[in-house]
C-alpha cells in the first residue's frame, strides 16, 4: 500500500523559514520517481487550494501561479521524500498543507496526513 | 486561467436520498475532471477520476457523469457516513484547481 507520511505541525514566528517533508512508502509496480507529487494548501475553514507539482525523476516543477515565487518545491530521491519550503513565512501562510501522489491525467490517489503549520508573532 | 465552480455549496439531505452536486468549467477541459470527499480532519479522498472513473474501494453509491464545462456527482442513497464536503478538481493541463467545494450534512 503507497503511503505518504507528513512531518509535525510547526509553530513558527513571521520572517521565519520552514521546510515540511513527504515522505513516501509502499510503491512497488513504479518508483517514488516516477509519479509527481503535489502539494494542496488548506487554510483554515477554507477550501482546498493546488499549489504546485514536482516531478522525482528529474525534480521539474511546476507551480500555481498564485503560489510562485512564495513557495519552493524540492525533491531527495534517496530518501523518496519531497519538500515544501518557505524562506520567510507570513501569518497568512498558516494553514494545513498536504502532499498527494498524481496519477494518471493529474489527479491525486494517496494524499500525506497533512502538516499544520502556525506562524504568529 | 480556468475558474470552477460548484452548486450549491451547502445541501441538507436524508438517508436515502438521491444527491446531485454540479461542477462547472469555465472552459472545457474534456474529462480531466476528479471528486473528492473530506470529512472534518481529515485528508481528501479521491472519489472519482476522470469524471466518471470509480476510485478503488469507493462505494457504488457514488457516480459520475459530464464531460466539456459540466459535471455531476450523484450519491444515489446517501448513508450517515457521507457527510463531508466534496471538491471537483480539474487537471486538463499541468496546472490544476479545485472547485471551492459543496458541503453535504445530513438531516
Known amino acids: 500500500e503507497v503511503q505518504l507520511v507528513q512531518s509535525g505541525a510547526e509553530m513558527k514566528k513571521p520572517g521565519e523559514s520552514l521546510k515540511i517533508s513527504c515522505q513516501g512508502s509502499?510503491?512497488?509496480?513504479?518508483?517514488?520517481?516516477?509519479?509527481?507529487i503535489g502539494w494542496v494548501r488548506q487554510m483554515p475553514g477554507k477550501g482546498l487550494e493546488w499549489m504546485g507539482i514536482?516531478?522525482?525523476?528529474?525534480?521539474?516543477?511546476r507551480y500555481s501561479p498564485s503560489f510562485q515565487g512564495q513557495v519552493t518545491m524540492s525533491v531527495d530521491t534517496s530518501i523518496n521524500t519531497a519538500y515544501l519550503q518557505w524562506s520567510s513565512l507570513e501569518v497568512s501562510d498558516s494553514a494545513m498543507y498536504y502532499c498527494?501522489?498524481?496519477?494518471?491525467?493529474?489527479?491525486?490517489?494517496?494524499w500525506g496526513q497533512g502538516t499544520l503549520v502556525t506562524v504568529s508573532s | 486561467d480556468i475558474q470552477m465552480t460548484q452548486s450549491p455549496s451547502t445541501l441538507s439531505a436524508s438517508v436515502g436520498d438521491r444527491v446531485t452536486i454540479t461542477c462547472r468549467a469555465s472552459q472545457s477541459v474534456s474529462n480531466y475532471l476528479a471528486w473528492y470527499q473530506q470529512k472534518p480532519g481529515k485528508a481528501p479522498k479521491l472519489l472519482i477520476s476522470d469524471a466518471s472513473t470509480l476510485a478503488s474501494g469507493v462505494p457504488s453509491r457514488f457516480s459520475g457523469h459530464g464531460s466539456g464545462t459540466e459535471f455531476t456527482l450523484t450519491i444515489s442513497s446517501l448513508q450517515p457516513e457521507d457527510a463531508a464536503t466534496y471538491y471537483c478538481q480539474r487537471y486538463s493541463s499541468y496546472l490544476s484547481a479545485f472547485g471551492p467545494g459543496t458541503k453535504v450534512a445530513i438531516k
Open positions: 514536482i516531478y522525482p525523476g528529474d525534480s521539474d516543477a
Open positions: 509502499g510503491y512497488t509496480e513504479y518508483s517514488f520517481t516516477s509519479y509527481w
Open positions: 498527494a501522489r498524481r496519477i494518471g491525467s493529474g489527479c491525486f490517489d494517496t
